[in-house]
């Protein structure tokens, strides 16, 4: 016989938190999923997302493009909408150019300024960008507009998400 004898008690006590143990972790496994799911979850955020504009209808001359997708973020779902500034270059190339200004970040138009009519201009402080989104020095933005990976697809234009500029040497 063993010296290290199990009282009842003490075997009573081992079998309940045992028991107890198991039920909880029964419970809260699910409430533990409920809460962390939708932070787990992949999101869609690589995808590129369709918009209105019809590739044959881009020229060289860029316009104005908004489009409009349901943003995930946790449990909360939004409408967000963001807008490029497309045109097509000598090569025939489709250039979605962000219009994020690198500054600050206002909204850079195509040919905003009656002085400079073939560039973006920023009018928060005056920051001017070539139409491949160079930034021009002696203006306040210190780097190119981002660009957006472009896709055709039935004839309409995708875009995907912003990414460093690749168009200015
Ligand atoms: S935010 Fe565009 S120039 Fe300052």
């Known amino acids: 016989m063993s010296k290290h004898r199990v009282s009842r008690r003490q075997f009573l006590n081992y079998t309940l938190t045992g028991v107890g ?3 909880a972790a029964g419970m809260l496994m699910p409430m533990v999923r409920f809460a962390v799911d939708p932070v787990l979850k992949t999101s869609a955020a690589g995808d590129f997302i369709a918009t ?3 590739v044959a209808e881009l ?3 860029p316009v104005r493009v908004d489009y409009s997708y349901e ?3 946790a449990w909360y779902t939004s409408e967000v ?3 490029a500034w497309v045109y097509k270059n000598k090569e025939g190339n489709i250039i979605a150019l962000s219009p994020v200004c690198k500054h600050l970040g206002c909204t850079v138009n195509w040919a905003g300024d009656k002085n400079n009519p073939n560039k973006f201009y920023c009018p928060c402080h005056g920051g001017l960008y070539e139409k491949n989104g160079k930034n021009i020095p002696g203006t306040p933005p210190t780097a190119p507009l981002d660009t957006y990976p472009t896709k055709e697809k039935d004839g309409i234009l ?3 998400q ?3 500029n690749k168009y200015v040497k």
């Open 21 to 23: 143990g198991f039920m």
């Open 52 to 54: 209105k504009q019809k």
């Open 59 to 61: 020229t060289n001359e």
């Open 71 to 73: 943003q995930k973020d």
């Open 81 to 83: 909408t963001h807008t």
């Open 158 to 160: 995708y875009l995907g």
């Open 162 to 164: 912003p990414e460093p």
